[in-house]
């Protein structure tokens, strides 16, 4: 039989305790189910004007570009964790695009969607475009795309 002295396996025991410690720290809770933050189906067909008295104040510091500047500008908006980026013709103000960008993967697109409130990949009046995370494992956005 061998004979181990307990002052050998003293590295060990820390080791082990180390870990313990992490694991206990560790949050093994499943993630919320994405909820509802923006209704972007009933900004569909508005003009940014309307949006923005929908949805209040822009994020951004930066006024509205002059009508002659540029063909396009961004507004931005953030609510629990999650980013809406409209875009729209300052000539026209009529909106193209609109992104949703999580702070937090989701696994699957339909959970991405219903941060928007989507629940069809194309319709007449919009197509949706994912977008993949890292490795292409997850969905960190959407562009919806105003037909």
């Known amino acids: 039989m061998m004979n ?6 003293k590295p060990v025991m820390y080791i082990l305790y ?3 410690l992490i694991c206990t720290s560790c949050d093994f809770k499943e993630p919320k189910p994405p909820q509802v933050t923006f209704d972007v ?3 569909i067909g508005k003009n940014i004007d309307q949006v923005r008295k929908v949805l209040g104040k822009s994020d951004d510091t930066s006024p509205d570009p002059s009508r ?6 961004t507004n931005h908006y953030h609510k629990n964790g999650q980013h809406l980026l409209i875009d729209f013709d300052p000539h026209t103000r009529r909106i193209h695009r609109l992104s ?12 991405i969607m219903k941060v928007g409130n989507l629940d069809s990949i194309e319709t007449m009046n919009y197509i949706i475009e994912p977008w993949k995370g890292f490795l292409g494992i997850s969905f960190s956005s959407i562009d919806v795309i105003i037909r």
């Open 4 to 9: 181990i002295e307990f002052n050998s396996l």
């Open 18 to 20: 180390i870990l313990l």
């Open 41 to 43: 189906p009933s900004l």
């Open 68 to 73: 002659h500047s540029v063909d396009g500008y």
């Open 100 to 111: 949703i960008h999580s702070d937090v993967p989701y696994d699957n697109l339909k959970d």
